[in-house]
């Protein structure tokens, strides 16, 4: 409903021509789509099949360049291959304005299509691998950065990878990289193969490659870069493990996240698009509104191509655009020598005022909407693959490590070190058996930990809340301190096997205990 508004604008004044294709129902009915880039052999074929668990049509893995096309991997019943000619017309598909690439780009275009539960709820675009050196200079016979601007555009997430060993950004992946301008909230960095190098040159090479992208992504923020081996092979340097599985636990929540966001992902690229068709209007019409009406076309056209510059400080201050929402000066210059600019249509009010409006007040209507429909059936998370494979049981991330030791083990955990911690208690002469708080803080204040962390510790630790600790509720706040020393978080509320014996209410696990001291 809101493309159609903002239709009849983009169509008045050539949009299409200019910027990107029209949108379609497809646009908005597909998948979650996850577009990967990099240069030859990162690891990015390997990359899909670590998360599907499985091969996929069209797969092929090698040092060399393999992937020589752009694979488009989606669920299907049946498993097989769609060439892009037959893709491109498929009104179910969102690729179908890709035709406009031509034959050199869709002889090079497949669909893989495979029944697995994690295209279900995401697809996954695997590119050609970006050339180096010499390599770069054989032309692929279609726009290959326009290509990715188009990709860009519709997917939801942008998985830049990068090998640990191959740092070094390349001019086509430089272009590569520019291509996703504007598109800065959906890039997410992976550095690949991190396992091949110890921690000492993981620290240099991953501050060479924060210094690479800071070069070519021109943000002040810092980009999010993973760190990991995503491939189900054993680690060469397993001293980094848990920062590893650490990350790819985060990169993995950040791909489940996708499906909810989606809908208001899409409604925000549409809300890009309206703003900058709106501004590209107000160029047309300004072009057309100075031209002359009879003489010297030609040479005005020449002067205000080489004006466009001081034109968009112009229209700035006149309609109070941001500089941002202005499409790139060198490629609006370039594409503008194509055109007559006595046949641009002059500037109608109306079409600007009917996007206006919609965005006004339609696009909030329809975000509360959007809230109002996730919260009551929110869409599934995406599962399957690799995805499932560590959530639950011993090779979960944290299992048996930090606040979960002991989570199932027949004793309490904390008095394996409770002779230590008692020799600490009695010297801090309890009465009628316990401390006061004064006296527990001196002891507790020793950790060097942060006066809000030790006091959360206290809460947690003081299991009957009478201000004082007694022998077992001291060694419980001793193990905390040692659990958050050790770099790991404390929960909001004590688990229940870290609850000291005789603040139990379960009598069977009071005698273990009482067993186990004997």
Excluded at 275 to 294: C, Q
Excluded at 422 to 437: A, C, H, Q, R
Aim: net charge negative; glycine share 6%; charged share 25%.
């Amino acid at each position: 409903m809101f493309s159609w508004k903002l239709l009849p604008l983009e169509e008045h004044y050539l949009f299409h021509d200019f910027h990107s294709p029209a949108l379609e129902a497809a646009d908005f009915q597909s998948k979650p789509m996850v577009l990967l880039v990099g240069q030859y052999s990162t690891g990015k074929t390997t990359f899909i099949r670590y998360l599907l668990e499985q091969d996929f049509p069209g797969m092929r893995i090698g040092p060399e360049p393999t992937t020589d096309g752009f694979i488009a991997v989606m669920y299907g019943e049946n498993e097989g291959v769609v060439p892009g000619n037959a893709l491109v017309v498929d009104p179910k598909k969102p690729f179908r304005k890709l035709n406009a690439f031509g034959n050199s780009f869709l002889n090079r275009f497949i669909c893989s299509q495979m029944p697995n539960q994690v295209l279900q709820s995401i697809s996954i675009i695997d590119t050609p691998g970006i050339l180096s050196g010499e390599k770069q200079r054989i032309s692929r016979g279609y726009d290959f950065a326009e290509v990715l601007r188009w990709f860009g555009e519709r997917v939801d997430r942008i998985i830049l990878l990068f090998d640990a060993h191959k740092l070094d950004i390349s001019d086509e992946f430089s272009e590569a990289i520019r291509a996703f301008k504007g598109q800065d909230d959906k890039i997410r960095v992976v550095l690949n193969k991190a396992d091949q190098v110890d921690t000492q040159q993981l620290m240099r090479v991953y501050g060479a490659l924060m210094w690479s992208l800071g070069k070519v992504i021109n943000t002040p923020e810092v980009v999010r870069v993973y760190l990991g081996s995503f491939w189900a092979k054993p680690l060469q340097n397993t001293e980094n493990r848990r920062l590893f599985e650490a990350e790819s636990q985060d990169l993995f929540r950040d791909i489940q996240s996708l499906p909810r966001n989606a809908a208001l992902r899409k409604l925000n690229d549409l809300i890009k698009r309206a703003r900058l068709a709106k501004v590209h209007a107000y160029i047309i019409s300004y072009l057309k509104k100075e031209m002359p009406s009879l003489f010297g076309r030609e040479k005005k056209k020449e002067e205000l191509i080489m004006r466009l510059p001081e034109i968009y400080t112009i229209l700035q201050r006149e309609h109070h655009i941001s500089p941002g929402d202005f499409p790139n000066v060198a490629k609006m210059q370039d594409m503008l020598q194509h055109y007559d600019f006595s046949k641009f249509p002059s500037l109608k009010m109306k079409l600007i005022e009917s996007v206006d409006k919609m965005l006004a007040s339609k696009i909030a209507v329809l975000m509360a909407m959007i809230r109002e429909e996730e919260s009551k059936a929110p869409p599934a998370m995406v599962s399957g693959g690799a995805f499932e494979g560590s959530q639950d049981g011993p090779f979960g991330q944290g299992y048996g490590e930090g606040i979960s030791a002991g989570a199932d083990a027949e004793d309490w955990i904390v008095s394996r070190e409770k002779h230590r911690y008692d020799e600490i208690f009695y010297m801090l002469m309890p009465v009628n058996g316990k401390i006061t708080g004064v006296n527990a803080k001196k002891e507790m204040m020793n950790s060097r930990l942060p006066n809000t962390v030790l006091g959360k510790i206290w809460k947690l630790a003081d299991c009957d809340r009478d201000g004082m600790l007694d022998d077992e509720e001291f060694a419980l706040a001793q193990h905390l301190i040692k659990i958050k020393l050790e770099g790991y978080e404390l929960p909001t509320e004590l688990p229940d096997h870290l609850v000291p014996p005789s603040h139990r209410k379960n009598a069977t696990a009071d005698a273990l205990y009482n067993h186990s001291e004997d």
